[in-house]
């Protein structure tokens, strides 16, 4: 027993009454090592401000920073059976959705708002890797399939934030189901003329990779995202050879045509609204004229 931070500690913050500091006011840069201010680091939305190592953030985090002033109306995600399987592993998957709710205060891995950027209203949906690293399950493809119904009905773009580590084993088959239920809507979009942009973040892998995430009119990666299908360990050891240095990355993958730029989060919002101005025949703003 640590009788300092069994005892020493929680009896200090008892008194002062500070038990909802945070633990770590400093976060280290896993590129460099730095040390950076946590408020510095939110503020500057969690890219590191000297190295641009973009940091993970939260589907909320990023639905604020990108809509314009940080309001925006969320959709409500459509209701769908709980463990449809009755999957069982080392833990009940009913227990784990469950657990992924209670730590991240979300229903499912899809966050999707009506809001506007620099003027223009839009459709965004965000998955948010922290609910089962953003995994794609039924409660996955409904929202995400509500969310371009709802750009088709307003007459919005869309623009997706994909991050991802593929399909959802819990859910089997239903999980696989979405990939080309997913692609149908998108279709949907295109054949009412409404620009679809997809935004690539750290990882998009998987079943995602293979589906909606590859379809926008438009593939924008964020720096140093690992984008793929499968994993750069796993395709080592299937073709036995060495990857090239940087395999997967956002980099990488715009040298050789997968992806249409890279673009620092900073700078995602307003090259979001420019491509989407010139994609609907708009006049640009007045301050980029």
């Not at 896993?30 to 000297?50: A, C, R, Y």
Request: proline share 5%.
């Amino acid at each position: 027993m640590n009788w300092i931070t069994n005892y020493v500690r929680p009896k200090i913050s008892s008194m002062l009454g500070r038990r909802d500091l945070p633990e770590n006011l400093w976060i280290k840069c896993p590129e460099t090592g730095e040390m950076v201010f946590h408020k510095d680091l939110e503020s500057n939305q969690w890219v590191i401000p000297s190295s641009g190592h973009h940091m993970r953030i939260t589907g909320k985090e990023r639905l604020r920073a990108f809509f314009d002033g940080g309001k925006y109306e969320a959709l409500e995600n459509p209701k769908v059976a709980i463990d449809p399987l009755k999957f069982r592993g080392e833990k009940r998957y009913v227990d784990r959705l469950k657990d992924y709710k209670a730590r991240t205060g979300l229903d499912d891995t899809i966050l999707s708002a009506t809001g506007d950027i620099e003027g223009l209203g839009i459709v965004a949906v965000v998955q948010d890797f922290a609910f089962m690293g953003g995994s794609l399950g039924l409660a996955a493809g409904e929202a995400i399939i509500k969310a371009f119904m709802t750009a088709i009905e307003k007459k919005r773009p869309l623009v997706l934030f994909a991050a991802s580590g593929g399909a959802r084993m819990q859910e089997g088959t239903l999980s696989l189901m979405q990939l080309p239920r997913t692609t149908v809507v998108v279709e949907r979009l295109k054949e009412a003329g409404l620009p679809y942009i997809v935004v690539l973040t750290n990882p998009t892998t998987g079943g995602v990779t293979a589906s909606y995430a590859m379809l926008g009119d438009v593939h924008i990666a964020e720096p140093g995202a690992l984008i793929g299908f499968a994993g750069p360990r796993v395709i080592e050891q299937t073709i036995r050879e060495k990857l090239p240095e940087g395999f997967q990355r956002a980099e990488y993958l715009m040298d050789h045509g997968m992806v249409d730029m890279v673009v620092s989060r900073l700078d995602l919002k307003e090259t979001i609204a420019r491509l989407l101005r010139i994609m609907l025949k708009q006049p640009a703003t007045p301050a980029a004229a």
